[in-house]
């Protein structure tokens, strides 16, 4: 298997409407980035960089300050990138 490689992905809610939270689990510890872009593909936070151990992980992301729309979160470990959507259900 590939160096930190994702086993599990998931964010909820999805439609968010104030956050949302990405769950995921590492088979091995490795160092991991997660970014949120806009739908034009604007880089709108770099939420986590470092070091993370094998196992579960929860991140809750705040998306009040956010705007409305579609969100594309980016995880990316060694040897390893997968891309995620999540709606904002806010009505504006």
């Known amino acids: 298997s590939l160096p930190g490689a994702l086993v599990f992905l998931d964010n909820y809610p999805n439609p968010a409407s104030k956050s ?3 769950k995921y689990e590492l088979t091995n510890s490795t160092d991991v980035e997660i ?4 739908q034009t593909g604007k880089l709108i936070a770099v939420f986590h960089e ?4 094998k196992g579960l992980h929860e ?6 300050d956010f705007p409305a729309g579609v969100y594309s979160f980016q995880f990316s470990a060694p040897g390893f990138q997968l891309l995620l959507s999540a709606r904002d259900a806010r009505n504006r």
Not at 35 to 38: P, Q, V
Not at 50 to 53: E, I, K, V
Not at 59 to 64: A, G, L, S
């Open 20 to 22: 949302t939270t990405i």
């Open 35 to 38: 970014r949120i872009f806009d």
């Open 50 to 53: 470092g070091h993370q151990n």
């Open 59 to 64: 991140i809750n992301v705040d998306t009040e």
